[in-house]
């Protein structure tokens, strides 16, 4: 029962691991494919500790990213070794957390999410200005080497990192004073939950994986600016991903990133000119009829079942 | 009110401690309306008291106050000798103050057995250890009738499961006193007189009750003492039988002609 659990996760690391080890034409293109995936699969698991199980819809995740990438790239280019540099992006993405937590976490709904939305637009605008610092407009580059095979498992590594720390949060304590905030937050506060606290700590640890994705990011692609790493697709599409797949479930993002992120593949290869409104109405349909996402499906459910990876998620 | 010293107490007085609650000059405003004006009670430790008064009388207001949900414009309350007033509601939980909903509010989206450990984990000082959480959530399900139902999400239970659920929420959190905001309200008689002798045994367990009620025949049949509010002022405090024939409580109730033809009791 316990084992059966461990067969498709354990095909996947297998494949995965193995994969750059296999010579073939095609390799360094999947390698690639697969490792932007790994990106947005990790952005969508960490984005949905603060929107599936706390229940709020941070369009802002993002900004943790770039703040991730931009000290990171900022750092390397003084010779601030890789690892040291991705520590302290998790400060920086951390301690912003903690501070922005105060005065957004006091806003519920849409409010929230439209808050969250004006901060990435607020940390693209200074982005641009900060020329010193940031390139401004023109961008960052940093010194430009072959890093796909190592960028490669390092995202991989941390989404794993990420699966676990979602399948683990939402088994502890910390997890269900979250889901308690996400049911109902004044009840919550009533039975005990330091609701304040909580949601500051929720939104801490889900910023430090954008964080480290950002810094592995810039280190892998060697050039980041303000539209792209703020931009509305890196913003929006983790939400979109976790949504699609199943909001509050460890495997929702998981499968969300893949659907969409092999949809878009798929619909860009067959309809060149209309791929994006294909895209998005693909999006908006699936939105109106599967609102709980991909892994509330029955039948997907079932599957997971036989898999033995569904989820208590109450 | 002083009449009924002559009738047996329902139960004696020498079981019933000094004030676990007091409440002074209680009053709130909402832009304009008095929805509770310079209330003062106590409620004895270990007794059961009832509040009751018409619809919009300020009854749940005051459980909001006591809880910490809404400040009070103006006012005091001490639990144990220490204020109340300021803390924020998870802190007045903890001090040992635990309530219900007028309409349920379990967090449906979760188990029963959830719904139960937020209290557990979060509602008390300090978190029970492993083997002691098992034992009180199975001790807590059992009593409130729910057991077998641990695994169910909260919003496929019956009305009376939720109640017992909001119920068993509220004790997970070990209160000294339980605010009970018209528990029994929608019951069937069967359902009403199980609810009361659930909570006759939370009482005889040593938790001080102060409910609010519209059953009459839970209000009497449970309460050492019973408060009337009307329009948020506190017209009329004392026990049960007494509060049935006080002449300021059949007017806020039947209006002025009532007490012309329901004599008062001297």
């Known amino acids: 029962m316990r084992l059966r659990a461990f067969l498709l996760p354990g095909a996947v690391l297998l494949f995965v691991l193995g994969l750059p080890l296999v010579p073939f034409d095609a390799r360094v293109y999947v390698m690639q494919e697969l490792t932007l995936l790994f990106l947005y699969a990790g952005l969508a698991q960490s984005y949905d500790l603060v929107g599936g199980t706390l229940g709020y819809i941070n369009l802002g995740h993002i900004v943790f990213f770039g703040l991730g990438a931009y000290t990171v790239g900022i750092l390397f280019n003084v010779g601030v070794p890789l690892a040291a540099g991705l520590l302290a992006a998790i400060a920086v993405a951390a301690a912003f957390a903690a501070v922005v937590s105060i005065p957004f976490f006091r806003l519920r709904g849409a409010y929230f999410s439209l808050a969250t939305f004006a901060l990435v637009k607020l940390m693209e605008q200074i982005a641009n200005n900060l020329r010193g610092l940031t390139g401004g407009s023109s961008g960052l580059k940093i010194l430009a080497e072959n890093r796909v095979v190592p960028t490669y498992y390092a995202m991989f590594g941390l989404l794993i990192v990420a699966v676990v720390t979602t399948l683990a949060i939402n088994r502890s304590r910390l997890g269900l004073g979250m889901k308690s905030i996400r049911e109902d937050e004044a009840v919550a506060r009533d039975f005990g939950v330091p609701t304040m606290r909580i949601k500051a700590q929720a939104l801490m640890i889900s910023s430090a994986f954008p964080a480290v994705l950002g810094g592995l990011f810039v280190w892998y692609i060697n050039f980041i600016n303000p539209a792209e790493v703020f931009g509305l697709k890196m913003a929006l599409q983790p939400v979109a991903m976790a949504m699609l797949g199943g909001s509050g479930l460890a495997i929702g993002p998981l499968l969300g990133s893949t659907f969409l992120y092999g949809l878009e593949e798929f619909i860009w290869t067959r309809f060149e000119h209309l791929h994006g409104a294909m895209l998005g109405l693909i999006v908006v349909l699936v939105g109106l009829f599967m609102p709980g996402g991909l892994a509330r499906l029955r039948p997907v459910e079932r599957l997971l079942e036989r898999l033995g990876l569904k989820e208590d998620d109450q | ?266």
């Open chain 2, 1 to 266: 009110m002083t009449d009924s010293l002559s009738r047996a107490p329902l139960k004696p007085a020498a079981a019933r401690g000094a004030p676990l609650i007091s409440v002074r000059g209680i009053s709130k405003r909402f832009a304009g309306l008095r929805a509770l004006n310079g209330i003062d009670f106590d409620v004895a430790q270990g007794s059961i008291t009832s509040i009751i008064g018409p619809n919009g009388a300020g009854k749940t207001t005051l459980f909001n106050v006591i809880a910490g949900d809404e400040p009070p414009t103006s006012g005091t309350v001490m639990f144990d000798e220490r204020p109340l007033i300021g803390l924020a509601p998870n802190e007045i939980c903890r001090l040992g103050v635990s309530r219900t909903y007028q309409s349920v509010r379990p967090f449906f989206g979760l188990s029963v057995r959830n719904n139960v450990l937020v209290a557990l984990l979060y509602g008390r000082r300090a978190v029970p250890a492993r083997g002691e959480l098992d034992e009180r959530m199975a001790g807590i399900l059992e009593f409130v009738h729910l057991a077998g139902k641990a695994e169910r999400r909260a919003e496929q239970l019956t009305p009376l499961d939720r109640k017992r659920l909001e119920l068993a929420r509220a004790l997970a959190t070990e209160p000294r006193l339980l605010l009970l905001d018209e528990l029994i309200a929608g019951l069937t008689p069967t359902e009403t007189g199980e609810m009361m002798d659930t909570v006759r045994a939370i009482n005889a367990s040593g938790v001080t009750i102060l409910l609010i009620e519209h059953v009459m025949k839970a209000v009497m049949g449970l309460s050492h003492t019973v408060i009337v509010l009307h329009h948020g002022e506190k017209i009329a405090e004392g026990e049960p039988q007494a509060i049935a024939r006080d002449q300021a409580v059949i007017r806020a109730y039947l209006g002025d002609a009532a007490t012309a033809v329901i004599p008062a009791d001297t």
